[in-house]
């Protein structure tokens, strides 16, 4: 088993896709989590690449938001496309990383990702709110590299 399959168990990773749906549910914005040992690049760099590689900067109103986690390197990011990151304030992903952060620095890696989802979409539903029509542009699974 893989460094990253063993992150987080079947278990863990399916009450983070409930988080994920739950998250959805009230809004037309798009999460999703990618999971990966490390990487060459600078973590935001790479949190843009995988980005634009699972196709969330293809959303109707440019509101996909991506949880990248490096487990080697230790590293996240929380990257929102152009629609989301200009309607949430300005430090809004700061809080939600600090949150995670508290989280992850405890071992709690499956709280601080559900806490992460779930923060992002409570904005998300505030600028983004889900009407009659609405579809899930993206799958929920954890994507991994």
């Not at 079947?10 to 409930?18: K, N, R």
């Amino acid at each position: 088993m893989s460094k990253v399959e063993a992150f987080l168990t079947a278990e863990e990773e399916q009450e983070i896709i409930g988080a994920i749906c739950d998250a959805e549910e009230s809004t037309s914005g798009e999460i999703r989590v990618h999971i990966e040992r490390a990487s060459q690049l600078d973590a935001f760099e790479r949190a843009m690449e995988v980005f634009h590689y699972l196709k969330m900067d293809n959303t109707k109103q440019q509101n996909g938001v991506l949880i990248y986690v490096a487990i080697d390197t230790k590293t996240f990011v929380i990257y929102g496309d152009k629609g989301i990151n200009d309607v949430v304030p300005t430090h809004f992903w700061d809080s939600t990383k600090d949150v995670m952060q508290s989280h992850f620095k405890a071992n709690r890696f499956k709280q601080g990702l559900i806490e992460g989802v779930l923060q992002a979409g409570e904005q998300l539903k505030k600028h983004f709110p889900w009407i009659h029509g609405d579809t899930n542009e993206l799958p929920n699974e954890i994507s991994k590299g």
